[in-house]
């Protein structure tokens, strides 16, 4: 009789108790709305803020679906009584990513959740708003909602709704604020960045470097000179020029700019100090000395034939302590390494192609794309020049592709994949004072290095 009396009693309470589950934390993240959205709007950095991984160090995830946005998924499988097995599907977005400039004050993220915890319907539910006084703080509201139905077993776990959920939400707020703060602090709205998948480029190289406090006219005459003697240099060698000149970041310092312009050619064998050098037989298989060498390119081969006599340290014809082939005291040849890369596009003077570089950084890390800079260097490429009539008046602006390497992302980036469009400002009369990064016209073309638009300094 008893036991039956506490049966009727735990039916009783079970159908009295609630048939849905709500918990939620709220979080202040010094980050502006856009960077906390792109964050929570793909799965690529959620190992990197999420509580299962600080939970279970065995938890292994796979990516799925779409790279951005709604149809994004992510699952997991960790150990049975700490991470447990699960996957998540970005169900919603709102505003669209476009949509979110400074004029958008909230949004909204829903994540559909397909895991261990009991019920049914089971979803995230995170909310943006804008806070602070100058609007570029974002506080994050994290909800999980579960339905339970008339299962007296669900019903009775909504008591420990505070328990590995309410945890889990928690834990992963104060990841997702550590994670935000290695994120540069930079406004990337104006970015309308592309994937490319450039292509290996024979280039001539010259390195150097200026005092920053000497400004954009020390840059210039450096640039000059280096492109001059490249361009001499490939006479030399009975070489042609391609493309207009890349410039290379070996280190942006506060005092210091040092950097390597670069020059494409039309060949990959040169011929120096009488022998034969082709610049791709080993440069899959043979790695810089200095992870720094390749900042600017990959590692060249030695010369084609085994049987060629040896040649004195530093001299003409043998390697650099990069790996790179000396042509002379100042010049080295090597092959540019190709693969995917995040380009942006600055229009206006070189002043502002430190913010551009800065800015396709943050995307990336947002977006969850990985590079190594001190692997792989930012660059850029003088597609088109600045061009200055006889009353020193600018009637067409300087263009410059700016690339980050990358070493795993998507196909495409959102804008790309919508077919967003870059602004313009071709018909302008003077340089521009402000930032107009963007993306090439189309979004199919994959251009080397060797490839940019027209022949400049």
Avoid: C
Wanted: net charge negative.
């Amino acid at each position: 009789m008893a036991l039956v009396i506490v049966a009727v009693l735990a039916v009783v309470v079970g159908i009295a108790m609630p048939g849905s589950g709500h918990v939620e934390r709220s979080l202040v993240i010094g980050k502006d709305i856009r960077q906390v959205y792109d964050v929570l709007n793909n799965f690529r950095r959620f190992s990197d803020y999420a509580e299962l991984t600080g939970s279970d160090p065995t938890i292994k995830y796979d990516l799925s679906g779409k790279a951005y946005g709604p149809g994004a998924e992510i699952s997991w499988t960790g150990a049975p009584k700490k991470a447990g097995s699960g996957k998540l599907t970005i169900a919603s977005a709102t505003p669209e990513f476009n949509k979110i400039d400074s004029t958008v004050n909230s949004a909204q993220i829903v994540w559909n959740l397909d895991g261990d915890w009991r019920g049914s319907d089971k979803h995230f539910t995170l909310d943006l708003e804008r806070e602070g006084r100058t609007h570029k703080l974002t506080k994050v509201t994290w909800a999980y909602d579960v339905k339970y139905g008339f299962n007296l077993l669900n019903r009775y776990s909504n008591l420990y709704i505070h328990g590995a959920p309410d945890a889990f939400i928690q834990y992963s707020l104060t990841g997702l604020q550590n994670m935000l703060a290695s994120v540069k602090n930079v406004d990337y709205g104006d970015l309308v960045p592309y994937i490319e998948q450039t292509k290996p480029t024979p280039v001539l190289v010259v390195s150097t470097k200026i005092e920053r406090e000497g400004g954009l006219d020390a840059l210039t005459e450096a640039t000059d000179a280096a492109v001059k003697l490249l361009q001499d240099t490939a006479k030399k060698l009975n070489v042609n020029v391609t493309g207009p000149r890349i410039l290379v970041v070996n280190n942006y310092g506060d005092q210091t700019f040092t950097f390597d312009i670069a020059l494409p050619i039309d060949a990959t064998t040169l011929t120096v100090a009488g022998q034969s050098h082709d610049l791709t037989a080993e440069a899959a298989a043979k790695a810089p000395a200095d992870p720094a060498a390749a900042a600017s390119a990959a590692a060249p081969a030695s010369a084609a034939s085994t049987e060629a006599p040896a040649v004195a340290a530093n001299a003409p014809g043998s390697m650099d302590k990069y790996g790179r082939l000396i042509i002379d005291q100042d010049v080295r040849a090597t092959m540019m390494a190709g693969g995917p890369a995040l380009k942006g596009e600055w229009t206006g003077t070189y002043a502002g192609v430190p913010q551009a570089r800065d800015e396709l950084e943050a995307y990336a890390q947002t977006h969850g794309y990985k590079y190594d800079t001190v692997v792989n260097r930012f660059y850029d490429i003088l597609a088109r020049p600045e061009q200055i009539d006889t009353n020193n008046t600018v009637t067409q602006y300087a263009r410059y592709d700016v690339y980050l390497p990358l070493s795993d992302a998507p196909e495409q980036t959102p804008e790309q994949e919508a077919g967003i469009q870059p602004p313009t400002l071709d018909d302008a009369q003077a340089p521009a004072a402000s930032s107009s990064s963007a993306a090439p016209a189309a979004a199919g073309s994959a251009a080397a290095p060797a490839e940019a638009a027209s022949a400049g300094k």
